[in-house]
């Protein structure tokens, strides 16, 4: 029978559906062995025994870094690779792998990735070193803000970075090392002190990697603040204000609810009883 005849029979409909369902399947399993699967579900052990393969899923997550794709994607793709690595010796690859992985998270301030791996690398780290000071300094100096502005953890922050760098905190010419730094901007956290918190984040910041899990802070810090100068003030020149709470008031308008009205330049915070 020809392709282009219509089935007359019910045995020539059922062949061709059988058909038409095997070309399907054909198409699903060829874009299957395109992807890989997550190790602890059992889905795929390829990335597990293949090393070329591991290279190759980690070279599209580069290329994907670079593209600009979706966040979700690559978080999916680097926790494949993740997994695939965990029973595996530790290796120059494995701490790049990681280290990546925890940059991209970081930035995206996904911490139930960015953390797991950071504990991960530093205790694989201990038998086989191959991180070098940079990024030594990136993974603890980032696990330590997360204790202190996520977790609200300070002694453990504090320790973190007591025992892992020389540290020797001087609150009147605080040094610019991002341990330095990150020691005052977790200081200013616990005791709520947003004016010398700022210069830590705006330096901090400048890396992606902190960014995210500091930005968790700001705007926590800004409600505080507002709610000091709603306890203190009258009126405030706009600029002062703005100076105070380290936002333009268009912003400060957009993101918070306050009562606080603008005339000329300047802010009524409150009127006199």
Known sequence: MSKHNKPTTQAEILERRRNRF???QQKIDREKSNEFGLVSRGEDLRLQQNHSDREKLYKK????????????SILLDFRKLRESLLALKHSEFAKT??????????????????????????????????????????????LAL??????????????????NFELSPNFQSPKKSDQDQAYFACYAALTNDFQLWWPCYRQLAEQKTYKGVLDLE??????????????????????TLEDLLHISWEDLQ????????????????????
């Not at 580069?62 to 966040?71: F, K, P, Q, S, V």
């Not at 957009?254 to 009883?273: A, E, G, H, M, Y």
Request: charged share 20%; proline share 1%; aromatic share 10%.
């Open 97 to 142: 792998v990681f280290v990546a992985s925890i940059d991209f998270s970081a930035s995206i301030g996904h911490h139930q990735s960015y953390v797991p791996s950071i504990m991960h690398l530093i205790q694989a780290e201990k038998t086989n070193s191959f991180m070098n000071k940079t990024e030594r300094t990136r993974v603890l100096v980032l």
């Open 218 to 239: 700001i705007h926590q810090f800004r409600q505080k603040a507002i709610s000091t100068v709603n306890c203190t003030y009258y009126v405030l020149k706009k600029n």
């Open 61 to 72: 997550i580069c290329h994907n870094l670079e593209t600009g794709a979706n966040n979700d």
């Open 254 to 273: 957009s993101s918070f609810s306050t009562n606080w009205s603008l005339q000329n330049d300047t802010v009524t915070i409150r009127k006199r009883k």
């Open 146 to 163: 997360h204790k202190a502005h996520f977790n609200k953890e300070y002694e453990q922050a504090f320790s973190i970075l007591l025992q």
């Open 22 to 24: 095997k070309q399907d």
